[in-house]
């Protein structure tokens, strides 16, 4: 996993496997972002979202809850 830029990983949220978080997005809670996810821009994950795949990059709206392969395609 990657984090870099401005982007902040904070709480208990865990990012792993080939995830990538960056730009000013941030992960936060009991959220995880794993596999080939990438959270850039402005996305904000947090809560118990589990975030497996995608792009996200803020224009979805901050991601509280659920399990999603990408934005707007649940798990």
């Known amino acids: 996993a990657v984090v870099s830029d401005d982007a902040e ?3 208990a ?3 792993h496997g080939n995830a ?3 730009g000013n997005a ?3 809670g009991d959220a ?3 596999y080939r996810a990438k959270v850039t821009g402005s996305a904000e994950i947090g809560g118990t979202a589990v975030i497996l795949g995608g792009t996200w990059d803020g224009s979805e709206g901050p991601i509280t809850k ?3 392969m990408g ?3 649940p798990a």
Do not use: D, E, L
Request: aromatic share 10%.
């Open 9 to 11: 990983v904070y709480g």
């Open 13 to 15: 949220a865990h990012v």
């Open 20 to 22: 990538k978080v960056s």
């Open 26 to 28: 941030q992960v936060s």
């Open 32 to 34: 995880v972002v794993s």
């Open 66 to 68: 659920g399990k999603w």
């Open 71 to 73: 934005p707007r395609i």
